[in-house]
């Protein structure tokens, strides 16, 4: 199976939309909560960043790790809610560094399909095409670094999250 771009990016721009958000940063726990899906924060051992859970009922809970930084928390929390929406027969997901899948290790290589896809819609989710052609209007012309900085602070993101999806926007060149 080919990644799913446009499945990715169409389920983040539809999620938006439903719950009427129309700038930075997103309430990702408010579109957890609309997704009937508790996030619970725990501290975990090395690079395990989260879990998701369905419950029969329809419910689920995402698992996220209390040590990461707050910004790759809310990425983290994107990309489970990714699965979430992409993924929906799976009732278990785990991201960590090994073989399951993972939201740091393997996800950020391109080598599984389903994290790829989870990756392009935290992105897109978090970092709307949209909302940075809006944003990014006011520092035409301005260091690179700069921009970055501030878009990723706006936004809540990391920078390397914020200039990564700034590449794929073609704002920058990596």
Same mark, same amino acid.
């Given at each position: 199976?080919? =990644?799913?771009?446009?499945? =990715?990016?169409?389920?983040?721009?539809?999620? *938006? %939309?439903?719950?009427?958000?129309?700038? &930075?940063?997103?309430?990702?726990? #408010?579109? &957890?909560?609309? *997704?009937?899906?508790?996030?619970?924060? /725990?501290?975990?051992?090395?690079?395990?960043?989260?879990v998701v859970?369905?419950?029969?009922?329809?419910?689920?809970?995402?698992?996220?790790?209390?040590?990461? %930084?707050?910004?790759? /928390?809310?990425?983290?929390?994107?990309?489970?809610?990714?699965?979430? *929406?992409?993924?929906?027969? #799976?009732?278990?997901?785990?991201?960590?560094?090994?073989?399951? @899948?993972?939201? !740091?290790?393997?996800?950020?290589?391109?080598?599984?399909?389903?994290?790829?896809?989870?990756? /392009?819609?935290?992105?897109?989710?978090?970092?709307? #095409?949209?909302?940075?052609?809006?944003?990014?209007?006011?520092?035409? @012309? &301005?260091?690179?670094?700069?921009?970055?900085?501030?878009? &990723?602070?706006?936004?809540?993101?990391?920078?390397?999250?914020? !200039?990564?999806?700034?590449?794929? *926007? %073609?704002y920058v060149?990596?």
């Amino acid at each position: 199976m080919a =990644a799913r771009y446009s499945l =990715a990016k169409e389920r983040a721009v539809d999620l *938006l %939309r439903r719950a009427r958000i129309s700038r &930075a940063p997103v309430p990702i726990e #408010k579109l &957890a909560s609309l *997704l009937n899906a508790q996030i619970v924060r /725990q501290p975990f051992s090395g690079e395990f960043s989260g879990v998701v859970h369905r419950n029969s009922d329809g419910s689920a809970v995402i698992g996220i790790n209390s040590s990461h %930084r707050p910004t790759r /928390q809310r990425f983290t929390i994107a990309h489970e809610l990714g699965h979430l *929406l992409l993924h929906a027969d #799976k009732d278990l997901h785990i991201d960590e560094r090994f073989p399951i @899948g993972l939201r !740091s290790g393997i996800s950020g290589k391109a080598i599984d399909d389903h994290e790829i896809e989870a990756n /392009q819609f935290a992105a897109e989710l978090l970092m709307p #095409k949209e909302f940075i052609e809006r944003d990014i209007e006011p520092f035409i @012309g &301005a260091d690179t670094v700069l921009v970055i900085q501030k878009l &990723a602070h706006k936004y809540k993101v990391s920078t390397e999250a914020m !200039s990564i999806r700034l590449s794929a *926007l %073609r704002y920058v060149e990596l």
